[in-house]
Every structure is written in structure tokens, then in C-alpha cells.
């Protein structure tokens, strides 16, 4: 596997994939699939942190054969690490990348009726889905312009073969976001309606993560699903809805560089930001906010488990390195190992523990462990 990196691996900070939970995942998505649906996972930002050609080369091998991704740059990563099937990029492309749609063999969203056009004049095919505003206002053509997604199927340089709309309210079920994603859906049958009219059958999509976890009922060929994937939902509260257990992929670790003991009065790290009142035994570990660990657990708004207890994170988080209160765990060494999210002993630190503290989401959290972390198989 060309990503992994073996004489490095394990030895200052990494993420630990554990790909039977990714296994575990794939097949309870699976069963909550509608008729005719298949998965179309989504690794984008680096598969939410995970590293896209780990996560995708494992999805291929069962079976997997479509895939998201935000950008030109990812879908060409993946290709040049040999992951096949059709890539799907959400996002936008400048006109100056479009050669790489035809030689790579990527799908592109159309993002409105003028990008339709710009796409028109590569000069060559090229297979895209349309993506359609049902009411988020973000990316899309709105779907009361059924005469212009009309006259995108009939340009001459676009192969049509997937169209889209996205939910943005499906992962809440109050009332009020209930009646707005029974209205985009509707919306978007209504389009669908007149281009099946017309004569077009295109693969149609809708349901991301919470979208096939509360709306299956909308069917679809293909479910994006990013987050549920991975094994968590966005927000904690998520989980009393979601009817299938789901298992964490990804754990983070770190080397403890070394131990030391401060006096009373003594101070740690940038800011004067802790001055220890008592006597107390420090471990340096070998992570940072440059990794990707959110610099608001700085000052015992965090910790990390270390032989399976909780040390409290002291002082401000820096760069590349923290210090944790080891006062109460014994016979810890330079060289163990900190788990700063992930199970140690019977203690866990979740996404959930860590997006809470930092008031984000999970999809956040994890998509922003960095490129300096090498990722590794459990
Ligand atoms: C990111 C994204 C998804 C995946 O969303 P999850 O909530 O992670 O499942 C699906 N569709 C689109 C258009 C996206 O941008």
C-alpha cells in the first residue's frame, strides 16, 4: 500500500484506522438502503480525516464502485492511486482543470446553467450530474428552471448521467425541518417528473448521512454518505435517532516525549497560561494543534488517556507538542503511548466528548486531522 509509511508508522503521532468497523458500517448502511439505492461514499477532505486512499482502497475491495470527493485534486489523488468506479467531484472546478475531467475519467457536478455551458465547450463528452437547489441555496440550478435543466441534457459535450439535490435540514425532526425536507424533496420529484416527461432518465440522488438515516423513504440510486460512515454522527443527541449501531473508524495517538516534576508556583508552556499549585508530574506528548487537535482543549478543557486514565491537559496546546497532568497515573514513560481520541482501557474519548468541547460538530473535528499524521491500520 503505497500510503503507508512503515518505518515511520507508530512513532510520534498517528491515526489508527480500524477497518472492520468500517466494515461494520458499510454493511449497516447497506441495510438501510431503499430499493434500487446503492452507496456512493464520500471522502472528501481526506475521507473526514481518515485519508482518502486508505478509506477508498478498502471500500473497493468491497465492492464500492462510486465515490464523492469536493475537488479535482482529490478525485485525482485517488485515481493515481489506482481507485476505480466513478468519481463524482461536489464541488466546484475552474475551467483551467477541466482537461483533467478527460484525463482522469472524473464526473463533474454541474453547479448552475452557466457552468453547463462552460463545461459545454470542452470538445469532448464528459460525464456530469447536475446538481439542483431545492432550497439550501448553495450550490445548484433551481428547480423551478426545469426549461434550463432541460436544454443542459440536450448540450452536445455533456453526458448527463447523475442529478442531485441536497437536504440541509434532513438531520433534525422538528416539525419545522420536517415540513422544509418533505418540501425539497418534493420539489425535486416534481423535476424529476417533467424530465422523465421528456425522456430523461438520469440516476437521481438525494440522501446524505442523516438523509438515508431518516428519509430512506426517498429512494434514490445512490446515498452520499460521508459521516455515518466513519462511525459517528454530527452531533451526539443524533444518536437517539439513529437505528443502527454505527462504530468509530479513527483513533488518534501520540508518544509521551518525556516526564518531569514541577514545584508549586512553577508555570508551563506559552502565556503563563497554568501555574501549578501544588507539586506535579508533567508529560510532554508528541501532538499539536498543527495535527489537528483542537487548541480549545487547551488548559484542562481536554485530556488524554494514558494506560487507560485521564490526564489533564495543562497549559495552552502548542504547535506540535502539549503537556498533560500525569500526577495521578503511575509508571508513565517516555515513549508511551496517549491516546487523545479513541479507547484506552475501559476509558474512551470520543468525537463527540471532543466536537462538544470545542462546541462544533464531529465532521468538523475530524476533518481537520492534518496531513503530518501518518495513518496506519489498527
Ligand atoms: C459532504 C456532502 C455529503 C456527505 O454528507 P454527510 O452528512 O457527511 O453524509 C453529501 N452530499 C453533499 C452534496 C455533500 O457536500
Given at each position: 500500500m503505497t500510503s503507508m509509511v512503515p518505518f515511520f508508522e507508530k512513532s510520534r503521532a498517528w491515526i489508527e484506522l480500524d477497518m472492520t468497523a468500517l466494515q461494520h458500517n458499510i454493511s449497516m448502511l447497506y441495510a438501510q438502503l431503499p430499493k434500487g439505492c446503492t452507496l456512493m461514499p464520500v471522502v472528501k477532505a481526506n475521507a473526514y480525516g481518515h485519508g482518502s486512499v486508505l478509506i477508498a482502497q478498502e471500500l473497493n475491495r468491497s465492492g464500492i464502485r462510486a465515490f464523492c470527493v469536493a475537488t479535482v485534486a482529490e478525485a485525482v489523488e485517488l485515481r493515481e492511486h489506482g481507485i476505480t468506479g466513478e468519481i463524482l467531484i461536489l464541488g466546484y472546478t475552474h475551467p483551467q482543470q477541466f482537461d483533467l475531467l478527460l484525463q482522469y475519467n472524473l464526473t463533474q457536478t454541474v453547479i448552475n446553467y452557466e457552468y453547463a455551458q462552460m463545461l459545454n465547450t470542452i470538445g469532448q463528452p464528459i460525464p456530469v450530474h447536475i446538481a439542483v437547489d431545492t432550497?439550501?441555496?448553495?450550490?445548484?440550478?433551481?428547480?423551478?428552471h426545469y426549461d434550463r435543466i432541460l436544454t443542459i441534457f440536450q448540450m452536445?459535450?455533456?453526458?448527463?448521467?447523475g442529478i442531485f439535490t441536497h437536504l440541509?435540514?434532513?438531520?433534525?425532526?422538528k416539525s419545522e425541518s420536517q415540513t422544509f425536507t418533505q418540501k425539497q424533496a418534493a420539489f425535486f420529484q416534481s423535476l424529476m417528473n417533467q424530465l422523465h416527461a421528456h425522456g430523461y432518465f438520469p440516476k437521481a440522488h438525494s440522501l446524505d448521512s442523516y438523509g438515508l438515516l431518516?428519509?430512506?423513504?426517498?429512494?434514490?440510486?445512490y446515498a452520499r454518505v460521508g459521516i455515518a460512515l466513519y462511525g459517528v454522527l454530527s452531533n451526539y443527541e443524533d444518536l437517539s435517532i439513529c437505528p443502527v449501531p454505527l462504530y468509530p473508524v479513527l483513533s488518534v495517538k501520540a508518544r509521551v516525549v518525556l516526564t518531569k516534576e514541577i514545584h508549586a508556583g512553577e508555570n508551563v508552556g506559552y502565556g503563563l497560561a497554568y501555574t501549578a499549585k501544588q507539586d506535579k508530574r508533567l508529560a510532554l506528548i508528541a501532538i499539536g494543534y498543527a495535527d489537528g487537535v483542537p487548541r480549545c482543549l487547551s488548559c484542562g478543557n481536554g485530556d488524554v488517556l494514558i494506560n487507560g486514565q485521564s490526564a489533564p491537559i495543562v497549559g495552552q496546546i502548542c504547535m506540535d507538542q502539549m503537556t498533560v497532568d500525569?500526577?495521578?497515573?503511575?509508571?508513565?514513560?517516555?515513549g508511551d503511548i496517549a491516546v487523545i481520541l479513541g479507547k484506552s482501557g475501559n476509558r474512551e474519548i470520543t468525537a463527540y466528548d471532543l466536537a462538544e468541547k470545542c462546541g462544533t460538530i464531529t465532521n468538523e473535528l475530524l476533518s481537520?486531522?492534518?496531513?503530518?499524521l501518518i495513518r496506519t491500520l489498527k
Amino acid at each position: 500500500m503505497t500510503s503507508m509509511v512503515p518505518f515511520f508508522e507508530k512513532s510520534r503521532a498517528w491515526i489508527e484506522l480500524d477497518m472492520t468497523a468500517l466494515q461494520h458500517n458499510i454493511s449497516m448502511l447497506y441495510a438501510q438502503l431503499p430499493k434500487g439505492c446503492t452507496l456512493m461514499p464520500v471522502v472528501k477532505a481526506n475521507a473526514y480525516g481518515h485519508g482518502s486512499v486508505l478509506i477508498a482502497q478498502e471500500l473497493n475491495r468491497s465492492g464500492i464502485r462510486a465515490f464523492c470527493v469536493a475537488t479535482v485534486a482529490e478525485a485525482v489523488e485517488l485515481r493515481e492511486h489506482g481507485i476505480t468506479g466513478e468519481i463524482l467531484i461536489l464541488g466546484y472546478t475552474h475551467p483551467q482543470q477541466f482537461d483533467l475531467l478527460l484525463q482522469y475519467n472524473l464526473t463533474q457536478t454541474v453547479i448552475n446553467y452557466e457552468y453547463a455551458q462552460m463545461l459545454n465547450t470542452i470538445g469532448q463528452p464528459i460525464p456530469v450530474h447536475i446538481a439542483v437547489d431545492t432550497g439550501m441555496n448553495r450550490l445548484g440550478e433551481s428547480w423551478k428552471h426545469y426549461d434550463r435543466i432541460l436544454t443542459i441534457f440536450q448540450m452536445h459535450n455533456l453526458r448527463v448521467t447523475g442529478i442531485f439535490t441536497h437536504l440541509c435540514a434532513d438531520d433534525s425532526m422538528k416539525s419545522e425541518s420536517q415540513t422544509f425536507t418533505q418540501k425539497q424533496a418534493a420539489f425535486f420529484q416534481s423535476l424529476m417528473n417533467q424530465l422523465h416527461a421528456h425522456g430523461y432518465f438520469p440516476k437521481a440522488h438525494s440522501l446524505d448521512s442523516y438523509g438515508l438515516l431518516n428519509y430512506s423513504q426517498f429512494g434514490g440510486a445512490y446515498a452520499r454518505v460521508g459521516i455515518a460512515l466513519y462511525g459517528v454522527l454530527s452531533n451526539y443527541e443524533d444518536l437517539s435517532i439513529c437505528p443502527v449501531p454505527l462504530y468509530p473508524v479513527l483513533s488518534v495517538k501520540a508518544r509521551v516525549v518525556l516526564t518531569k516534576e514541577i514545584h508549586a508556583g512553577e508555570n508551563v508552556g506559552y502565556g503563563l497560561a497554568y501555574t501549578a499549585k501544588q507539586d506535579k508530574r508533567l508529560a510532554l506528548i508528541a501532538i499539536g494543534y498543527a495535527d489537528g487537535v483542537p487548541r480549545c482543549l487547551s488548559c484542562g478543557n481536554g485530556d488524554v488517556l494514558i494506560n487507560g486514565q485521564s490526564a489533564p491537559i495543562v497549559g495552552q496546546i502548542c504547535m506540535d507538542q502539549m503537556t498533560v497532568d500525569i500526577s495521578n497515573i503511575p509508571n508513565v514513560h517516555s515513549g508511551d503511548i496517549a491516546v487523545i481520541l479513541g479507547k484506552s482501557g475501559n476509558r474512551e474519548i470520543t468525537a463527540y466528548d471532543l466536537a462538544e468541547k470545542c462546541g462544533t460538530i464531529t465532521n468538523e473535528l475530524l476533518s481537520r486531522f492534518g496531513s503530518r499524521l501518518i495513518r496506519t491500520l489498527k
